[in-house]
């Protein structure tokens, strides 16, 4: 039986003092749905083509992710501001 791979790859980005930075860790091969494997689909047993020391260096998974960041803080100024003029 195949689980469904709906994550992305982790992501965390911050400013700090005026720096960007901005990482992305892997999900495991079986909840990603960007994983490579040189079997598919992933059993778990092999390592995803795009993990790197535990970092996910997938373009796809990185803009995804990306996206879904891009999305939540969207919703949380909304509701700053919401707040901010009740």
Do not use: Q, W
């Not at 994550?7 to 720096?19: H, L």
């Not at 598919?40 to 995804?64: E, F, Q, R, V, W």
């Amino acid at each position: 039986m195949t689980t469904a791979r709906t994550k992305t790859a982790n992501v965390c980005a911050t400013i700090y003092e005026g720096k960007f930075d901005i990482n992305f860790d892997c999900v495991g091969v079986l909840d990603c749905r960007y994983a490579l494997c040189h079997a598919m689909p992933p059993d778990g047993n092999d390592p995803c083509c795009y993990h790197d020391y535990g970092t996910c260096i997938s373009p796809h998974a990185k803009l995804a992710a990306i996206e879904s960041l891009r999305n939540r803080l969207s919703k949380e100024k909304k509701d700053i501001e919401e707040n901010f003029d009740a």
